[in-house]
């Protein structure tokens, strides 16, 4: 099997690290963490578990996640986030690749998120393909600060998961959709000039309902995928809200640090 890198990008996640570190060096023979300056035990437990340590303020999701392969001694790049876990199919897959013969420049594996101990096969949540191995020699994490990609040109899926868990709870479901996540839409979309109306944030709370409830099959998930679905529509009508205030209100505006989005 040909060297790989693992790397991982980190702020406060000392109850994920050493679980996330196990399941890369179960593939991987370099490990490293890039740390945004976490202040509780992360960069300890890190360096313990025989990682790497980069320290790099944090430059949004693209950015970021481009650091560590950029200092990574192997060309191919295994890239986790902290709160998620290769499968032993995984595990077993990734080390029955030609990596260097078979003409790929990344890898794409199955996700599975949860909530709680909970996985969410229902609302778009499963099987979602996220590309997380590739060669740094011909590709990389995009530049975009949120939500960044891998924009490979041959890449292939994996017959495999890995598992995301991805919220603790349904209060942090909820919490993350009504908090940081519609905050940070909603200050981007007003950054990039972005203007709304009063119609938009029932509307577009309404349809991310109707898209995960009905067309991605949220009512077969019982109670969780009522609340994936209602998550949504909260998410997607206050960052609508937010962005709509912001217009409107001068005092929320000039209150409102725009340069701390990240």
Known sequence: MAA????????????NIEA?????????DELIVVDSGSRDDTVVRAEMFGARVIHQPYLGDGPQKRVGPQ??????VLSLDADERLTDEAVATIRALDLDGAGHDAYALRRRNFIGSR????????????????DRDRTGFSDSRQHASVPATNPQRLDADLEHYSFANLAELFGKA????????AKIMY???KRTNGWSPAL???NAFVRKYLFQRGFAGGLDG???????????????????????????????DFDRIW
Not at 4 to 15: K, M, Q
Not at 20 to 28: D, E, F, K, N, Q
Not at 119 to 134: A, E, K, N, T, V
Not at 226 to 233: D, E, N, R, T
């Open 4 to 15: 790989i890198t693992g790397v991982v990008i980190t702020l406060d996640e000392a109850d």
């Open 20 to 28: 996330c570190l196990a399941s890369l060096a179960r593939v991987c």
């Open 71 to 76: 200092a990574a001694s192997h060309r191919w």
């Open 119 to 134: 996985w969410i096969r229902h609302c778009g949540w499963y099987p979602d393909y996220c590309i997380r191995l590739f």
């Open 178 to 185: 009504s908090g940081r996540f519609s905050n940070r839409a």
């Open 191 to 193: 950054l990039k000039g």
């Open 204 to 206: 577009h709370g309404a």
């Open 226 to 256: 009522v609340s994936v679905a209602l998550s949504a529509a909260v998410n997607a009508y206050l960052k609508y809200a937010k962005l709509l205030e912001l217009q409107r209100d001068a005092k929320v505006r000039d209150a409102e």
